[in-house]
């Protein structure tokens, strides 16, 4: 799997719009980025998925470079409740009954800190 | 739905003692995983699980046992615990979609484990 890269923390004023990047020069084609979040002491969460195109849901969007080498989530009104770690990670996605399973790489993510 | 629960909550260990960690789910998911995190750290996988009666090595797997009995039932032992096994326990379970990602994975709340 393709190895990220993120800044280690980021400050957002809440109401306003967080972008937070994630580097992966060395995706492959057939890999998908996934951002995850984990709130203090909880169990982490999942934001949002996508291969080639940029892909919005309910929580966040999630912006993917023509070449696919980076890409940006997006929260588009962050709250103080939107304060955690935010992981970004690339891996194959896998297949029923194929041979790949859900192995997910946590790094050290970027710390999203929303302030009043 | 409850999700995905996981007992106990919290638990203290004399080092040498033996103790199981169980995690549910109620999504009818195939695919369930341990992960542990230490403080600072993101997560690393322990075992993991594709489905009833199927257990597989991740990437700290000593120390530790799991069985999959029952398809929502995933449970994570402890033959004899040791100080560097304290940590926080996080299970996730997720649903493998043919010829489309698996990793939309639902964590747990975790168990903080401590081993004195």
């Known amino acids: 799997d393709a190895k990220t890269t993120q800044p280690t923390s980021m400050d957002c004023a809440e109401g306003r719009a967080a972008n937070l990047p994630c580097n992966h020069s060395t995706i492959s084609g057939n890999e998908y980025v996934y951002w995850y979040r984990q709130i203090h002491s909880q169990g982490p969460q999942y934001i949002i998925h996508g291969l080639k195109n940029n892909e919005t849901n309910e929580m966040a969007s999630l912006i993917i470079t023509e070449d696919r080498k980076s890409s940006t989530l997006i929260l588009p009104h962050a709250t103080l409740r939107d304060t955690a770690v935010y992981y970004c990670i690339v891996r194959v996605g896998g297949m029923a009954g194929g041979t790949s399973y859900g192995k997910l790489t946590f790094g050290q993510g970027t710390i999203l800190t929303v302030h009043p | 739905n409850a999700g995905v629960t996981q007992t106990p909550k919290f638990r203290v260990l004399k080092t040498g003692q033996s103790m199981t960690l169980l995690c549910a789910q109620d999504?009818?998911?195939?695919?369930m995983y341990w992960y542990r995190q230490d403080p600072g750290m993101g997560l690393r996988l322990i075992h993991y699980s594709v489905g009833e009666g199927t257990t597989a090595k991740g990437e700290v797997p000593d120390g530790y046992n799991v069985s999959r009995l029952k398809k929502q039932n995933f449970l994570l032992g402890l033959e004899s615990a040791a100080p560097s096994q304290t940590s926080v326990y996080f299970c996730?379970?997720?649903?493998?979609?043919?010829?489309?990602?698996?990793?939309?994975?639902?964590f747990g709340p975790g168990t903080r484990l401590t081993v004195l």
């Open positions: 999504m009818n998911h195939e695919y």
């Open positions: 996730a379970s997720s649903y493998p979609l043919a010829g489309g990602p698996t990793d939309t994975q639902y």
